[in-house]
Nanobody, 124 residues
Framework: QLQLVESGGGLVRPGGSLRLTCTASGPALDEYAIGWFRQVPGKERERVVCIDKRGRSTDYEDYAKGRFTISKDNAKNMVYLQLNNLSPEDTAVYYC?????????????????WGQGTQVTVSS
């Protein structure tokens, strides 16, 4: 069973950057597509971006395009989310999630494995 652990969250000023890491254990990560999600208390969880199992195809939500970058290192069993030019509206708990699939990650309707999340707070 795939296990996921997020790290790298913290407090950052508006305009700053953070790099989140999703560390996988258990089965080989190269069989899994990974998505990053975020959630603010009282609001629904929303997808940020996903990447296919090979790390070649990605799909970003509009608000993430140009600011956030996902990458996948199957050899290290890690997925990264680089967050740049952060604003207070990006404050949320960020989660990574995995699904064993060959398909484009944009087609994934649900994910089977979830991490516990890491808090990102953007404030001056």
């Amino acid at each position: 069973q795939l296990q996921l652990v997020e790290s790298g969250g913290g407090l950052v000023r508006p305009g700053g950057s953070l790099r989140l890491t999703c560390t996988a254990s258990g089965p080989a990560l190269d069989e899994y597509a990974i998505g990053w999600f975020r959630q603010v208390p009282g609001k629904e969880r929303e997808r940020v971006v996903c990447i296919d199992k090979r790390g070649r195809s990605t799909d970003y939500e509009d608000y993430a395009k140009g600011r956030f970058t996902i990458s996948k290192d199957n050899a290290k069993n890690m997925v990264y989310l680089q967050l740049n030019n952060l604003s207070p509206e990006d404050t949320a708990v960020y989660y990574c999630a995995g699904k064993r699939t060959d398909s484009y990650c944009s087609l994934i309707q649900w994910y089977d494995y979830w991490g516990q999340g890491t808090q990102v707070t953007v404030s001056s």
